[in-house]
């Protein structure tokens, strides 16, 4: 689903305030009547309303949706970007939006700038839009969802990856720095560089490993897994320095995070060691002697008052939340099943990547108005679209 921002320079501001009113009706409808949108908004003579909700309809920011009972408004992913794009762009967070950068399984990247021209990660999580790689069993149970909790998911997993990087970056985890979240998108800083993944030389992967694992035993140690620690995830730096390059990993994607006190974490744990371990030998060539390392171990160092899953479920993001979300990880699979798939590929030609193949999109997110219209080869002014409309 693309970003198509071709309409917000003709929203009226009633528009927005009707398009506002759909998302609040939202949290208690799945379908929002539309005398309660005529409500919410509040705006003057009823009829006027009806030529914003069309306006809306038309530009497929709203879908109407009939049910047994009546006829109603659901807000689709697009209207859900527009508000999140209009809420940075209010809080001067983003002035202009470029390029996207990349498709992932369930987000879209896009390169943004802010007001002092600073590059910045536009992050729009996509709950709900499967890989073709996934199985059968994961779409009925997904299926069986309304696309209002889709909405709700990426909300949980934006709030959650910002919550997590905000705290992994004040104690000085190489992360990019968090910048603001809004509904389901998180603004963050650009890093330069390319995941490791595309990396065809590392000079020294004996010392990259090492700090990859030490890496994974760090957040251990704060009572943290990432549980999606793959080639895919970790973007490498290259930094010169004299005659050779300096690589410098530094750490994306948190939706997946999970607490050392979780059930499951050895498994996670051993998931994210031998994920690394096994790219080193396959594509790297390199197999260190060491075995481990082990969570019990690392776990040895830990002090209990500097966890930081404890500080990060005080922050706001509840264990409600995170059972929520992690119900929906669990069933779907982070980026490691796109690695394993990319492996079992690798064995049997070297070809080339798919990873950056539009995934299929789940059925029930195509909204009205997609029109699969591509925007991706010029940036655009955001504040200039977005002018007028304040
Ligand atoms: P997904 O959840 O879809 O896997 P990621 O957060 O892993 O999303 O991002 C997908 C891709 O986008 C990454 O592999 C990377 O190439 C690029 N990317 C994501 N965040 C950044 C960033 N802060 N700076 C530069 N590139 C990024
Ligand atoms: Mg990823």
Redesign the pocket.
Known sequence: MKLDTGALRYLTSDDWRVLAAVEQGSKNHELVPTPLIQQIAGLRGGSGTHKNISNLAKVGLIAKVKNAKYDGYRLTYGGLDYLALNTHRKSETIYSLGNQ?????????YITASPEGRQ??L?L?RLGRISFRTVKANRDYLRNRSTGSWMYLSRL?AQK?HAFMRILHREGFPV?EPVAWSRHTVV????????L??IDHVGDPGKLYAELMEMIVRLARRGLIHG?FNE??I?VKEVKNGDSVDLIP?L????QMISTNHTNAQMYFDRDVEGVRRYFERRLRYTSDEEGPFLEEALKGAKPEERLDVEVEASGFSRKMAKELERYVETVG??HS?AEAVDQQDEVSEGEDE?NEAPEEHDETIEAGDDGVTHEAEGSDLAEQLDGLR
């Not at 950068?101 to 990247?109: A, H, L, P």
């Not at 994306?252 to 939706?255: E, K, R, T, V």
């Open positions: 950068i990349g498709v992932g399984k369930e987000s879209d990247i910045l990660v992050k999580h997993a990856e990019p963050m800083e650009f890093i330069d560089a390319f995941p993944r595309m999606d895919f995830n973007l530094i994306i994607d948190f939706p982070g980026d796109e990873i």
